[in-house]
C-alpha cells in the first residue's frame, strides 16, 4: 500500500515493491522506492521525468530524512 507523507507542502511517496511510479506520483512528488540494494529517493518531474540521488540508503528512516531534507531545500 502506498504511504503519502506531505513535508513542506512537497508529497513524499513511500512505494511498496512493485508499484510503479508513474502510477501514484506526479510532478514534484519525491517517491521512496526499495529493492534488494536498498532504498532509492526518486524526483518526479513534469511529464513523469524521473531523477535520483546515485546510490541507495541503507534504511528506510534515512531514505525518508533525506527526503524531508530534500523538501525542505526545494520550498525555499
Known amino acids: 500500500m502506498t504511504t503519502i507523507i506531505k513535508h513542506h507542502r512537497v508529497n513524499i511517496v513511500v512505494l511498496e515493491r512493485g508499484e510503479e511510479i508513474a502510477r501514484v506520483c506526479g510532478n514534484g512528488d519525491i517517491a521512496i522506492v526499495n529493492d534488494d540494494a ?8 513534469e511529464g513523469g521525468q524521473l531523477d535520483c540521488y546515485g546510490t541507495p540508503y ?13 523538501a525542505e531545500f526545494g520550498t525555499e
Do not use: D, E, T
Not at 536498498?38 to 518531474?45: C, N
Open 38 to 45: 536498498g532504498w532509492w529517493i526518486k524526483f518526479v518531474g
Open 58 to 70: 541503507p534504511s528506510y528512516q534515512a531514505a525518508l530524512g533525506s527526503a524531508k531534507a530534500a
